[in-house]
């Protein structure tokens, strides 16, 4: 009952910047936390970026200090601010909703955007 429509992705150079929009509609009162997840061929899919119903926000080390999170409530909108892009980044990013959290803050993912395509270029 909740969907997740990704925009921004793309091809861009190493070193480039990008932003990803992820626009959510339906039965938002019940999420608590929006994320960016990624997934590269042949690995894992994993979390890169958390943002809490109250604003708080967490990153994998690979990239903390490259990439910010942010959220427009007014727009049920999530953002995923890509600076310093590297060619280890390309992937396919998906938005991720969820109405729950472990103790440990980890999102128990609800709902899955499509995904969308992040191409860097060495």
């Known amino acids: 009952q909740v969907q997740l429509v990704e925009s921004g992705g793309g091809l861009v150079q190493a070193g480039g910047s990008l932003r990803l929009s992820c626009a959510a509609s339906?039965?938002?009162?019940?999420?608590?936390?929006m994320g960016w997840h990624r997934q590269a061929p042949g690995k894992q899919r994993e979390l890169v970026a958390l943002?809490?119903?109250?604003?708080?926000?967490n990153y994998a080390d690979s990239v903390k200090g490259r990439f910010t999170i942010s959220g427009d409530n007014a727009k049920n909108t999530v953002y995923l601010q890509m600076n310093s892009l590297k060619p280890e980044d390309t992937a396919v990013y998906y938005c991720?909703?969820?109405?729950?959290?472990?103790?440990?803050?980890?999102?128990?993912?609800?709902?899955w955007g499509r995904g969308t395509q992040v191409t860097v270029s060495s």
């Open positions: 991720a909703a969820a109405k729950r959290l472990t103790v440990a803050g980890t999102p128990i993912v609800d709902y």
């Open positions: 943002i809490t119903s109250g604003s708080n926000t």
């Open positions: 339906g039965s938002i009162f019940s999420i608590k936390a």
